[in-house]
C-alpha cells in the first residue's frame, strides 16, 4: 500500500484552483486541490470563464445532501452537465433519464429498472462470464498489448449491446460514436465540434433503425423495452425513445471501460495488492471497489438548486449550479481512513463513484458484475504484467478517460 497524493502538496490561492481545467485532469485529478478545499472551502464558490460558476463540493457528506435532495437540487432545471445546453438542447437533455426529476424520473427509470436488477444481471453472468474468457483469452497468442482496446473497451460493449439486442456486426462503429460523442473534449477523438455532432446524427440514425427492426421481431431486449413501455398511458414518443437508447449506449460503454483501464493500472502502481488477489481472488469483489473509490471513472455531475437552500452551512441560492466532485468525496478523511492509500480491504467502502439517491446508477450491479468477472480472469491467464509506455489519458474535466495503456506480459 503506497500514499499517493497526485499533484504537489503546496497551497494554491483559493481562487487559482480551476477545476474545469481539462489539462489539469488530463494529467492526474487534482487531490491537492481537492483537499485543499475540502478542508478550506468544502461549499466553494468557483469561477468560471464559460459561465455564471458553480459551488464546487468535495466533502463526502456535501455530496450525499445534494445528491438525495432531488426537489431542492434538480437534475432538470439545468441539466446533468456543468454547461447549460443551448435552449434546444436543454429541452432534449429533459427527456433523458439523467436530466429528469421526480416524480417523472421515477417513471422512465422504471420503464429499464428491471432489466437491471441484481436478478436480472445475474441471468447475464454466465454468458458475460464466457464473453470475458473469451476476451481475456485472446491474450494468450501474445505477449503484448493496448488494453483498453484489446480488452477493457471490448466487454462493456458486449454487455451492454447483449441488453439492447444490438447485433455482432454493428457493435465496433456503435462504440466508437459513443466515444466520439462524450469524449468531446479530448481533441484527439472528437478533432472539431462536427465529429461529436456527426457521431451524435450517426448514431440517432441507429436507434431508428433498431426500432424499426424490434417493432418487425419484437425480443426480450431492452430496446423492445422502450418501445412498448407506457408512461402516463402513452407510449415513448421518438425522440424520447431515441435519446434513451443513446444514452444507455453511451452509459454502458465509457464508464466500465475506464474503471478496468484503471483498475488495472492501480493494481500496477500497487503490486503487493496485486500479488495477494492473485493468492487470494475471493478479495478481487472488495478491491472492485477501491479501484471505484480511487478513480472515480466520473469526475464531477450536476445540480441545481431550485430554493434557496443550506449546505455544509453555506447559503445557495435558487439557481446557483453545484457540482459534486466525486474524487474529492472518495478521498474524504471524515469517511475514509488515510483516503490517499489503495486499500483493497477496505470495508465498509461507502464509495459515491456510481453516485447515490435518485440518480444512482443503474449499471452498477452489471459493471461491479463484469469488473469482478475481468480481473479474476485477466489475473488467472496472464502474470508479470509491465506498462510498456506511459498510459495516455482523455483531456476531459467530466471523464477520467485512459485513451490507451500499452503492456506486456507473459502468459500463465
Ligand atoms: C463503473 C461503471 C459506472 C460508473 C462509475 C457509473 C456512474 C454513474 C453515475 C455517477 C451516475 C449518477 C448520475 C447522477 O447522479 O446524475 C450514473 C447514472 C446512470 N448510469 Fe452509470 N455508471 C457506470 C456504469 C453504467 C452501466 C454499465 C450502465 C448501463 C448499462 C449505466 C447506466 C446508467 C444510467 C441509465 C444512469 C441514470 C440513472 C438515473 O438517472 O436514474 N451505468 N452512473
Given at each position: 500500500m503506497t500514499d499517493q497524493i497526485t499533484s504537489q502538496g503546496t497551497r494554491t490561492a483559493l481562487e487559482d484552483?480551476?477545476?474545469?481545467d481539462a489539462s489539469v485532469w488530463e494529467q492526474a485529478a487534482p487531490h491537492a486541490w481537492l483537499d485543499q478545499l475540502r478542508s478550506e472551502s468544502p461549499v466553494h464558490w468557483h469561477e468560471e470563464s464559460d459561465g455564471p460558476g458553480f459551488w464546487a463540493l468535495t466533502r463526502h457528506e456535501d455530496v450525499k445532501q445534494v445528491s438525495t435532495s432531488p426537489k431542492e437540487?434538480?437534475?432538470?432545471?439545468?441539466?446533468?452537465?456543468?454547461l447549460d445546453p443551448p435552449d434546444d438542447g436543454l429541452d432534449q437533455v429533459r427527456m433523458v433519464i439523467i436530466g429528469m426529476d421526480p416524480p417523472e424520473h421515477r417513471e422512465f427509470r422504471n420503464i429499464v429498472a428491471k432489466a437491471f436488477t441484481p436478478r436480472m444481471i445475474s441471468r447475464l453472468a454466465e454468458s458475460l462470464q464466457l464473453e470475458t474468457a473469451r476476451v481475456v483469452g485472446?491474450?494468450?497468442?501474445?505477449?503484448?498489448?493496448?488494453?483498453?482496446?484489446?480488452?477493457?473497451?471490448r466487454i462493456p460493449m458486449w454487455s451492454i449491446s447483449e441488453l439492447m439486442g444490438v447485433p455482432p456486426e454493428d457493435r465496433q462503429r456503435l462504440y466508437e460514436l459513443s466515444h466520439a460523442l462524450i469524449d468531446d473534449q479530448d481533441p484527439e477523438i472528437a478533432p472539431t465540434p462536427e465529429t461529436s455532432l456527426e457521431g451524435s446524427a450517426e448514431l440517432f440514425g441507429y436507434a431508428t433503425e433498431m426500432a424499426a427492426r424490434e417493432r418487425a421481431n419484437p425480443s426480450d431486449s431492452l430496446t423492445s423495452m422502450l418501445l412498448e413501455a407506457e408512461v402516463d398511458g402513452r407510449k415513448l414518443n421518438d425522440m424520447e425513445y431515441t435519446l434513451f437508447f443513446m444514452f444507455l449506449i453511451v452509459a454502458g460503454n465509457e464508464t466500465t471501460r475506464t474503471a478496468t483501464s484503471h483498475g488495472l493500472l492501480a493494481l500496477l502502481e500497487h503490486r503487493d495488492s496485486l500479488d495477494r488477489l492473485v493468492a487470494d481472488p475471493d478479495l478481487i469483489p472488495l478491491a472492485v471497489e477501491e479501484i471505484l473509490r480511487w478513480?472515480?471513472?466520473?469526475?464531477h455531475f450536476r445540480r441545481t438548486a431550485t430554493a434557496d437552500v443550506e449546505v455544509g452551512g453555506q447559503k445557495i441560492a435558487k439557481g446557483d449550479k453545484v457540482l459534486m466532485w466525486y474524487a474529492g468525496a472518495n478521498r474524504d478523511p471524515s469517511v475514509f481512513d488515510h483516503p490517499h492509500t489503495f486499500d483493497i480491504d477496505r470495508s465498509p467502502n461507502p464509495q459515491l463513484s456510481f453516485g447515490?439517491?435518485?440518480?444512482?446508477?443503474?449499471?452498477a450491479n452489471l459493471a461491479r458484475l463484469s469488473l469482478r468477472l475481468l480481473f479474476t480472469e485477466l489475473l488467472a491467464t496472464i502474470e508479470n504484467i509491465e506498462l510498456a509506455a506511459p498510459p495516455r489519458r482523455l483531456h476531459s474535466n467530466l471523464i477520467n478517460g485512459i485513451k490507451e495503456m500499452q503492456i506486456t506480459y507473459d502468459v500463465r
Open positions: 484552483i480551476d477545476l474545469t437540487f434538480s437534475s432538470w432545471v439545468g441539466g446533468p452537465l456543468r485472446e491474450l494468450r497468442e501474445g505477449t503484448r498489448c493496448e488494453f483498453v482496446t484489446d480488452v477493457a473497451a478513480q472515480p471513472p466520473i469526475h447515490i439517491g435518485e440518480h444512482f446508477c443503474l449499471g
